[in-house]
């Protein structure tokens, strides 16, 4: 009996604890991090081209330095962001991540954990957990991620992707999209990382897994 305990325990320590976040979903975050800075450093220099509204970005906050240079980086940036996404996207549903890390998400949750958020009350006992604002955040993100894509890829070939073009209801449009999903991106990074650095632990997690 006393073996068996023993034994028992020593299973125990010698098996490492488990990550809080998986290797794979450490690397695939962080190079989509990366990614998405190019493209959008990069997609403010082409949108300066030609703007769609009554401002320009700073070129110091831009990338390629004028516009044949800036769809260079745009489209090499794409590939790396579109085949991380596809990893992600393929990983995410086949190991259950998705369905057990962001779902379910329920009107009630998000007005409650909204509210504890506000008033400093959410706990951040648990890193294994989601609370229910930062399911919608992700789920949000990740849906608004694809369409980013979509928008692009329509823009890109729109002879060859004439459906996808006509999905988003012209060429017009799915410049309009493609600008709105990247200021969403754009507000939930400084939201995003704000609150990366108000939970360190959770920043811990995300590099280094515990
Ligand atoms: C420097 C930039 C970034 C930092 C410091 C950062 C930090 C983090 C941290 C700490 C987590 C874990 C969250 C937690 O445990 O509460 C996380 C998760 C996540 N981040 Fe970021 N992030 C950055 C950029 C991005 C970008 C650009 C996107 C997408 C546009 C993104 C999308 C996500 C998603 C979807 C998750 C949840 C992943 C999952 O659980 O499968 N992040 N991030």
Redesign the pocket.
């Known amino acids: 009996m006393t073996s068996l305990a023993v034994s028992d325990h020593q299973t125990e320590t010698a098996t490492p604890a488990k990550a809080i976040?998986p290797v794979w979903?450490r690397m695939v975050?962080w190079i989509?991090?990366f990614a998405?800075l190019l493209m959008i450093m990069s997609g403010w220099q082409i949108y300066n081209a030609s703007p769609l509204f009554g401002f320009t970005f700073s070129r110091s906050i831009t990338l390629g330095g004028w516009l044949g240079g800036a769809l260079l980086w745009h489209f090499a940036a794409m590939w790396l962001l579109m085949v991380n996404g596809l990893i992600y996207l393929a990983l995410?549903f086949a190991t259950g991540?998705f369905r057990k890390?962001l779902l379910p998400i329920t009107p009630g949750g998000v007005i409650a954990d909204t509210k504890a958020a506000l008033t400093f009350k959410l706990s951040h006992d648990d890193?294994s957990k989601?609370n229910s604002v930062?399911k919608l955040l992700?789920t949000g993100?990740?849906t608004v991620?694809v369409v980013i894509v979509l928008s692009g890829l329509s823009m890109w070939k729109p002879v060859q992707l004439h459906w996808l073009v006509s999905l988003f209801g012209g060429y017009d449009i799915a410049r309009y999209v493609h600008f709105t999903c990247m200021a969403l991106?754009v507000a939930?990074?400084v939201i995003?990382?704000a609150l990366?650095l108000l939970?360190p632990k959770?920043?811990r997690?995300?590099i280094i897994g515990r």
Do not use: P
């Open positions: 976040q979903v975050h989509n991090a998405m995410g991540r890390k890193l989601y930062q992700y993100i990740i991620g991106i939930f990074l995003h990382v990366a939970v959770s920043l997690a995300m």
